[in-house]
């Protein structure tokens, strides 16, 4: 049975995982929160928190289910404790690829990150189809990623990522350089950007007075057959006229060189936005 110590078990990610880890007898953990709101979280959950000092020292893997502004000071403090041969599991590649991850060269070191359900998940519960975060019902993939260590560490931390995000539809083992594509890049920096546009626009003709109901309606229900279209969820295609008014758009709505933010050097700085306070 591993042992395993989850740093920050009371915070907004830490619950998430703190719920499922309930669910698994197979290891043995230890649940380790400093603030006062995140203890008393655990507290409704009948969960007794324990000390930094006794629980890392033991753990065979630590999870670091912290804010990526506060990973690198609490890793600094925490993984030169943790014993020889020992995981660090931690949540998201931007700490990694901004090089603020206090590193050992006789620990392992695994990044696993949701994918969290597809828009195109068919559940078959109401309760499964709201879970939108995933990691109670509605199944979602995973992503993995080893960023020092050997395969043994590897495996170790993907099976522990199966169950602490569990149900799982796949699981996707990339370099932790491409999970940095993947997010920030393409998920917050460009998705989440977009949507956050898409949003204004909404908000925009609502209050031009189109009525919300059906401006909400209207905009959602084009979104869902849009992306089927362009991820090939189905067989057809746009209108002739819809095709030639987003070619009409793309040059007044995005730079010319927008790619670049897949480029290292890009993300990179991305990820120092993200990392510094």
């Known amino acids: 049975m591993s042992k395993i110590a989850l740093v920050g078990a009371g915070g907004k990610m830490g619950c998430r995982l703190t719920d499922n880890f309930l669910k698994c007898p197979q290891y ?32 065979d893997v630590v999870i670091l289910a912290v804010p990526d502004v506060s990973i690198g000071s609490i890793s600094d403090n925490v993984i030169p404790k943790m014993k020889s041969g020992a995981l660090v599991l931690t949540l998201d590649p931007a700490a990694p690829i901004g090089g603020v991850i206090h590193h050992r060269h006789d620990l392992g070191y695994v990044i696993a990150h949701p994918c969290h359900p597809s828009v195109f998940n068919w559940e078959p519960t109401e309760t499964a189809f709201r879970d939108f975060y995933g990691g109670i019902s509605a199944k979602q993939s995973i992503v993995v990623a080893m960023m020092h260590g050997n395969e043994e560490q ?15 539809k796949d699981v996707h083992r990339i370099s932790l350089e491409q999970m940095a594509m993947l ?8 998705a ?83 990392i510094h306070k």
Not at 183 to 190: G, I, Y
Not at 242 to 251: D, E, Q, T
């Open 192 to 274: 989440q950007t977009c949507m956050e546009v898409v949003k204004e626009g909404y908000d925009r003709i609502v209050e031009m007075g189109v009525p919300e109901a059906a401006a909400r309606d209207f905009v959602l229900g084009h979104l869902r057959i849009q992306m089927a279209v362009l991820f090939k969820e189905i067989t057809g295609s746009f209108s002739d006229a819809a095709y030639k008014i987003s070619k009409r758009a793309k040059p007044i709505l995005f730079k010319e060189n927008w790619k670049k933010i897949f480029e290292m050097d890009d993300i990179k700085e991305q990820v120092r936005d993200i």
């Open 28 to 59: 043995i953990l230890d649940y380790i929160e400093l603030s006062e709101k995140g203890i008393q979280n655990l507290e409704a959950r009948n969960v007794v928190v324990s000390t930094e000092e006794d629980a890392v020292p033991i753990a």
């Open 154 to 168: 590897y495996l170790l931390g993907e099976k522990i990522a199966r169950d602490m995000y569990a149900p799982i």
């Open 183 to 190: 997010e920030p890049a393409m998920v917050e920096t460009l």
